[in-house]
C-alpha cells in the first residue's frame, strides 16, 4: 500500500532535497484548505534544474513507496508545475515564479512541519 499523507509529504521533500530543489517548505493544510492535507513547495534556478526536481521527485516516490501523482499540472516549460497525490500537493517553481506569487504567504495559517531530519536518514 502506498504512503499517504505527512509520511508522503516528508518523502517527496526528501527527494526535492537529493536532486537539489531550493528552499523547501512542508507545510500542514489540514483545517486550513479542502484541497489537501500537506503541500510542498520548493523551487529551482534554471529549466534543467525543474525538469530534474520533477522528474526526481516522481520517480523516487514511486521507486521507494509506490505512490504516483493521480495528475500532474504544467511542465517544466512554465516554470510551475504541481504533482497532485491527493492528500499531497507538490509544488515545484521557479525561483522567479515563486517569489511573484508566494504561496507560503497566501496560506500562513498552516503550520510549517520540519523535514530535515527526514533528509539526513
Not at 522528474?55 to 521507494?64: F, H
Not at 521557479?94 to 510549517?112: C, I, Q, S, V
Request: aromatic fraction near 6%.
Amino acid at each position: 500500500m502506498a504512503i499517504k499523507g505527512e509520511e508522503l509529504a516528508l518523502a517527496c521533500a526528501k527527494a526535492a532535497d537529493e536532486v537539489k530543489a531550493e528552499n523547501i517548505r512542508v507545510l500542514d493544510m489540514r483545517g486550513i484548505s479542502t484541497l489537501t492535507d500537506y503541500m510542498v513547495v520548493c523551487s529551482g534556478t534554471s529549466m534543467p534544474q525543474l525538469r530534474a526536481i520533477l522528474r526526481d521527485v516522481a520517480g523516487s516516490v514511486e521507486e521507494l513507496h509506490g505512490a504516483k501523482p493521480h495528475m500532474t499540472e504544467g511542465k517544466a516549460d512554465t516554470k510551475w508545475v504541481v504533482l497532485d497525490y491527493i492528500d499531497v500537493m507538490v509544488h515545484v517553481m521557479h525561483e522567479e515564479l515563486r517569489e511573484y506569487y508566494t504561496l507560503e504567504d497566501l496560506w500562513k495559517d498552516a503550520k510549517e512541519v520540519s523535514w530535515q531530519a527526514v533528509a539526513e536518514n
